[in-house]
């Protein structure tokens, strides 16, 4: 069957010049982009996100042949297009006082006479002619930004972009969580009252929402940054985020507290208890949270089947050990375990297999050091293990006895080589003294409380007739007193 023919009122176009018109169309439309309009005999173009004015806009009129580009200029762009001219900044989001540098960066070839024109919303930087970077501090939200490159009064390029400030999120809270192993965990970034979990999310692991969820093998930390605008998608570069990290705790086990008895002398009860556990179940079938073991005489390893809060169920295993009661002696550093009264005492414990140590005094150390006040039964308990569990009850008895230790001689020579008259021995400072000299009538000739003061043997200035007199002496400690009378020959 014939082919049918097909007419067409235009002129016919040579294949070859078909094609060249088509790769110049197309390269036409890259240096329109890139800015060098006037080789295509068409306008500027700017390469950025907003298209400015073209300021060398050609005339509608027919060009001639020579104002397009001929066979090699098609070769040369081919080989090499020419390259955009664009901003190039660290970030475009930033937090209310941080400073921003913006640079011009030019991928378009060399510039003979470099003009850099600046503008910030709208109005013009104050910034040198050849000045292709600025510093600034934005004082606002959503800045519009942008330049124009001139080659002396061409158009080169120019490009544009918006610049965010906003304050970091604060007042959120973390939310962590806790799993069996194998489970599924979520964690987030919470909003609290008053405060901000920002609007865009990015995990370091995986994940741009609020809420991840993941099923770690073991306790693993997920940080977070998050932020009012997104942290790196759709082209951000955000400066101005918090960040903080979410924990994920892994069980192996459930989470129930056992107390009790890991250590109790050998024929007595053992007591187990478990907190923060359900549907309890342990070896021999009781499901009740406090377990009792009678009559240990031997070692005893038991098994509890529980649920934890978290809904992790699992077994927990609880040892109990059987010891033998320890013993020990209570020693004192008084021999003869005879204390006067106001007297310090120290006491200390030799023992066998035993872990601790508690005094009467409720002080937990090896030895103790205090004055006893009267006759006493002392006592220490002895544990193995934590107290409460294998314990005995060690006493010793200390006798506190109201000695004197002081003495007095039986005669005193009036202005003899002994110029006073008083107590030999021990003076305590724990203690109070008093000490006087009386006459047989009963007169009161002299008396102190001074100890190192004694009488000389006068009365009112005047020696005292030989003969025998009284002393009398009282001493002092706590509510205690100890008195002592006895008498005296006062010899020429």
């Not at 314990?391 to 202005?415: A, M, S, W």
């Amino acid at each position: 069957m014939p082919v049918p023919q097909t007419t067409s009122s235009h002129p016919t176009i040579p294949a070859g010049r078909l094609l060249k018109q088509t790769v110049k169309g197309l390269l036409c439309g890259i240096v329109l982009y890139a800015g060098f309009g006037g080789l295509c005999g068409g306008q500027a173009q700017t390469t950025g996100m907003q298209t400015l004015e073209t300021p060398h806009r050609m005339p509608a009129i027919a060009y001639p042949a020579e104002a397009f580009m001929d066979d090699s200029t098609v070769a040369a762009l081919l080989a090499a297009p020419p390259k955009p001219v664009r901003i190039d900044f660290d970030a475009n989001v930033i937090c209310y006082g941080d400073s921003l540098e913006i640079k011009v960066v030019n991928e378009s070839g060399p510039i003979v006479q470099p003009i850099c024109e600046w503008y910030y919303n709208g109005q013009r930087f104050n910034a040198e002619a050849d000045q292709t970077s600025i510093v600034f501090t934005p004082s606002s939200n959503n800045i519009r930004v942008w330049f124009k490159l001139y080659d002396g009064d061409r158009l080169i390029g120019s490009d544009t972009m918006t610049v965010y400030v906003t304050d970091p999120p604060t007042g959120y809270t973390m939310q962590h969580d806790t799993i069996c192993l194998g489970d599924e965990a979520t964690v987030g970034v919470a909003g609290a009252v008053g405060g901000s979990a920002g609007q865009y999310w990015d995990w370091v692991t995986t994940g741009t929402t609020q809420f991840i969820n993941d099923r770690p093998l073991v306790s693993t930390d997920y940080r977070v940054y998050f932020s009012q605008y997104p942290i790196k998608e759709y082209g951000y570069k955000n400066s101005c985020y918090t960040t903080d990290t979410a924990h994920v705790e892994v069980l192996t086990e459930p989470d129930i507290t056992m107390t009790g008895d890991s250590a109790v002398c050998t024929g007595n009860d053992a007591i187990i208890e478990l907190s923060g556990a359900r549907d309890i179940l342990w070896n021999d079938g009781s499901t009740d949270p406090v377990y009792r073991v009678n009559d240990v005489r031997a070692d005893i390893v038991l098994q509890v089947r529980a649920t934890d809060r978290h809904g992790c169920r699992g077994v927990r295993v609880w040892k109990i050990k059987a010891v033998e009661r320890p013993q020990g002696e209570i020693a004192s550093s008084k021999k003869d375990s005879t204390i006067c009264l106001g007297e310090e005492v120290t006491v200390w414990m030799a023992y066998t297999n035993a872990d601790s140590i508690i005094w009467f005094t409720r002080e937990q150390t090896d030895s103790l050091t205090f004055i006893p006040k009267q006759s006493m039964d002392i006592y220490a308990d002895l544990y193995i293990g934590k107290r409460g569990g294998c314990g005995n009850r060690i006493y010793k008895h200390l006798q506190v006895e109201n000695c004197l230790k002081v003495h007095f001689p039986t005669g005193f020579k009036l202005d003899g080589l002994s110029r006073e008259y008083k107590p030999i021995g021990l003076m305590e400072p724990n203690k109070s003294y008093y000490f006087a000299i009386y006459n047989r009538n009963g007169l009161r000739l002299f008396e102190t409380r001074d100890l190192n003061v004694g009488w000389d043997g006068k009365y009112k200035g005047q020696w005292v007739h030989p003969g025998v007199y009284v002393y009398y002496y009282k001493e002092t400690y706590d509510r205690f007193t100890t008195e002592l009378k006895g008498t005296i020959t006062v010899i020429k």
